[in-house]
């Protein structure tokens, strides 16, 4: 019982310092939802199991944590019937285990437990959406930044509880969606002081108008699974993995365009044209490409630059059109952001022909960006600016003081117990305080900005214009 | 799976216009915990099983939500050990089941779950100070909004998903920080415009005073869980409660003076000292309230009153000295605040002699109640100001100018669809936007004021000149 305690591993907690960063950057994220339109949303902490299961794939199934029904579910044993078997098969390897008898462990699983926690921020919205179809209004256009969990080993980077911060339209098939998001992207990323950034983008219709015409198309996962890896195992790499998986000799032939890509969108688009001269759906793609680059070349961005990247694949099963990813400059830390359109989102819970665009900030890997480039304002993490010393005297004053600096907006503290000067020094620097008040005589401070060094003696009303400088 | 989907009892979605009114009362509430020199901090969604159970009593620890381990526990053999006897034991009546079978239970679900969902932000955060007390400055000051998780029957007002708002400092016992506690709630009571809220102070030591001169010091808690009810069952029923608890004829006798306290503060205090000239502690409880009631006389409040209730109990069992309640004017909602000083918070994760006191602000309630009394700002939900229709033409132009309105920190949208204007002017009055630019001719903007019927014509300038207006 009193041992000492920990917190379970892939969670944090998050000090005053790191929040100050963590809710930096995502007040900028907010400000600028709200200027695009989109309205804050909240689900909650745990969705029903059956909300949650089967939309993440069986490895997704797997990382959702589940809660076991309310409070000790054994006392009431109406909620559980365990069956012999259940104990004879825990005693398995699980690699040994037939479908049938995980199906069998799967569904005990769901007796004990008929609730699991947020996996991501997609699945809530698009059940909301779906529950609420009748009340809303379509487009519908909101943000979510809240917390959610993964039972992954958690690693350099990875946890188990992270934020995820999504902006998401649904109910549109317009491509002018599409631009103002890449807009969106590039204003937060240029309040972010991270110039530079490149918003990537692709369309899914390209990538299967490729698989298309090289014949590879029953083999779409594969070809562009391959494909995603190329700045990361090169062309060869990418080439003897195709290979393995089935695609032809001959299909690579046609495919080699792709690996001298270059030049400007424009010039892209052209070799794309090329390319996807025989595809139907991919010459669609084309088209969406086109009005996305186009229009944001004619509106412009601010510090971030528009690319087309035809080897982004990100979440393929999921996207229908344009998928983005977003990479800092100048420092080696991957995405920083994503998302696409995927034109069946609500079609899980039986709303069809409900379009949707989405993308998401990724917020731990922002705050590690603006920490590495040192873009965080030097004032960040400022909370109190004036300490009150307490010398045992005049303390009914120092609180009148204190009520007056408070009400002209000055974060203010009072020390609270007669200790050493010392030690109130101390409490203050550690607390990266500004100003202490070391004492108060007929009514004149004697103040010190122990960052700055500088002394202050005089008035409360010339302490306030002294802080305010 | 397509079925209509739903949320987990107890829980809610947070639409935009619930959010708005939710985070002007907590940004109020944030302001002034860091103007009082309060930080932030955030711990976890779960906390390991060890942290809290025990924690909270029999009751607690039921009400608790455990999770299982990760992923499908059952996939992982080693894990779980499932002893033959559990069956057996489930088949049984909970209430015919022994204290020997109740343990077994528990050992099981502990060897299934490991973590679970934290259930207040008290033990959190004593975990908290714990396990960083080498690192950080004493005394702590901490403010925490977070959601937490009790698995009670739902009802009315009650849900198993809620926040709550706490200030805690601790390592010093100076009673200057019971002080600035009641100016804190006074401050953010009267900016939220609640008038002539009531914080009703007691404490422990005055309760143990009073049990102790009637006789009745070993049945503290039957004695302040019955005095605790004055308000709800008068002056008989308590007195009745007591009888029944064994609480003599001849101890009642002692506390009728109680029940006809009256006056002000100071004339209280002076009751009291007669009460309980002969309870050393009783003293000691008095001398505690008449420091932190004759200073706030003193410093004075804004709109609040401090008021001594005698009866005022509330979770005894953790308080040592101050209790704190808070009570709005003019609405029936119970207390929309309460707190006070525990003597040995962090004892139960080994660490002895930290002292603390903390306040609590009831969020739910307070936005209840600000609602029922009209109190929140008329532009409290005011997202979008201006939107765009869509008329097929000129839309980089247009795009163009919504850039600029943002750029003046104007939140507009778009239209994102060119269908007819009908659609788009619902779609403005459904989501509460002030302006609507119906057309674009010359660069003259065509717009109008939908909330008040102001038409507008002219250049983006004049336009930007007129929202701000």
Same mark, same amino acid.
């Given at each position: ?6 917190? !379970?591993?892939? /969670?944090?907690?998050?000090?005053? #310092? ?7 950057? /995502? ?6 939802? *709200? ?8 689900? !909650? ?37 365990? !069956? ?34 947020? $996996? ?33 080993? =958690? ?24 631009? *103002? ?43 562009? #699974? ?30 080699? !365009? ?15 044209? /090329? ?27 601010? /510090? ?14 999921? $996207? ?36 949707? #665009? ?18 965080? =304002?030097?004032? #960040? ?47 203050? *620097? ?40």
């Amino acid at each position: 019982m009193s041992s000492k305690p920990s917190i !379970p591993k892939g /969670t944090r907690d998050f000090s005053a #310092v790191e929040l100050a960063k963590r809710n930096y950057v /995502t007040q900028i994220i907010k400000h600028n939802f *709200e200027h695009f339109g989109y309205q804050p949303l909240e689900t !909650p902490t745990f969705e029903n199991y059956e909300t949650l299961m089967g939309k993440y794939g069986d490895e997704g199934d797997r990382l959702i944590f589940k809660i076991l029904n309310s409070g000790n579910f054994f006392f009431d044993k109406n909620t559980l019937n365990l !069956p012999t078997q259940i104990e004879e098969l825990l005693q398995k390897d699980m690699d040994k285990l037939s479908k049938e008898e995980i199906i069998s462990l799967n569904q005990f699983t769901q007796k004990i437990s008929e609730k699991a926690l947020r $996996y991501d921020l997609t699945v809530p919205f698009a059940r909301y959406v779906v529950m609420n179809q009748n009340q809303l209004e379509f487009p519908f256009k909101r943000y979510q930044i809240q917390p959610v969990w993964r039972a992954d080993r =958690p690693q350099k980077g990875r946890f188990r509880e992270f934020y995820q911060c999504d902006a998401d339209v649904v109910g549109s098939q317009s491509l002018w969606q599409e631009v *103002e998001l890449v807009q969106l992207y590039d204003v937060v990323f240029s309040q972010l002081n991270l110039k530079n950034t490149e918003i990537k983008i692709n369309n899914r219709k390209i990538l299967s108008g490729l698989a298309e015409v090289i014949g590879a198309a029953n083999q779409l996962i594969d070809f562009t #699974v391959a494909l995603d890896k190329l700045d990361k195992i090169g062309e060869d790499g990418v080439k003897k993995e195709m290979l393995e998986k089935g695609i032809s000799e001959k299909a690579l032939e046609k495919l080699q !365009p792709l690996f001298q890509f270059t030049g400007n969108n424009i010039e892209k688009i052209a070799q794309l044209e /090329t390319m996807l001269s025989q595809s139907e759906i991919g010459k669609k793609g084309i088209e969406e490409l086109r009005f996305i680059c186009e229009n944001i070349e004619k509106i412009g961005l601010l /510090t971030s630059q528009l690319v087309i990247d035809v080897t982004l694949a990100r979440g393929l099963n999921y $996207y229908t059109g344009a998928i983005f990813e977003v990479v800092a400059s100048g420092v080696a830390m991957g995405s920083i952001g994503g998302g696409g359109r995927y034109d069946d989102l609500t079609g899980i819970f039986g709303l069809k022909n409900m379009s949707g #665009v989405g993308i998401s900030f990724g917020l731990d890997r922002i705050v590690l960006v603006l920490e590495e480039l040192q873009l965080f =304002p030097e004032n #960040v993490n400022q909370f109190t600016e004036v300490l009150f010393f307490n010398n045992d005297k005049d303390l009914v004053l120092i609180q009148k003081y204190i009520q007056e600096l408070r009400k002209h907006h000055i974060k203010t503290e009072f020390y609270p117990d007669a200790v050493k000067t010392d030690k109130q020094f101390k409490y203050a *620097e550690k607390k990266q305080i500004t100003w202490v008040v070391k004492n108060i005589e007929n009514e004149i401070l004697d103040a010190k900005n122990i960052k700055s060094g500088t002394i202050f003696i005089g008035k409360l009303s010339e302490f306030l214009e002294k802080i305010n400088e």
